[in-house]
Nanobody, 119 residues
Framework: QVQLMESGGGLVQAGGSLRLSCTAS????????MGWYRQTPGKQRELVAA???????NYADSVKGRFTISRDNAKNTVYLQMNSLKPEDTAVYSC?????????????WGRGTQVTVSS
């Protein structure tokens, strides 16, 4: 199995910054891609940002220029630096990883971490 351990959520004022971290551990050959999704009550989960093992990144339009995703392949860790936070960024942020294991590629999710931005 693969476990994803998230950290870094919390409460911050609008305009502030937070950094999320997510580390993958367990049984896998490699992690092809890692990313962050977020969800608020009554809404579908949406992609915030993702990064491949090779470093290709993808961002939601709503966070471009404010959030930066990066990863440390040696540590199987992905980071999300969130700057200029807005109240509408408030959500549960979940880490996602595409892991290569015997038998194929599998997607795993973390439990989620709450990010609350006050106005």
């Amino acid at each position: 199995q693969v476990q994803l351990m998230e950290s870094g959520g919390g409460l911050v004022q609008a305009g502030g910054s937070l950094r999320l971290s997510c580390t993958a551990s367990g049984s896998f050959f490699s992690i092809k891609a890692m990313g962050w999704y977020r969800q608020t009550p009554g809404k579908q989960r949406e992609l915030v940002a993702a990064v491949t093992k090779g470093g290709t990144t993808n961002y939601a339009d709503s966070v471009k220029g404010r959030f930066t995703i990066s990863r440390d392949n040696a540590k199987n860790t992905v980071y999300l630096q969130m700057n200029s936070l807005k109240p509408e960024d408030t959500a549960v942020y979940s880490c996602n990883a595409l892991a290569v294991r015997a038998g194929g590629d599998y997607t795993y999710w973390g439990r989620g971490t709450q990010v609350t931005v006050s106005s």
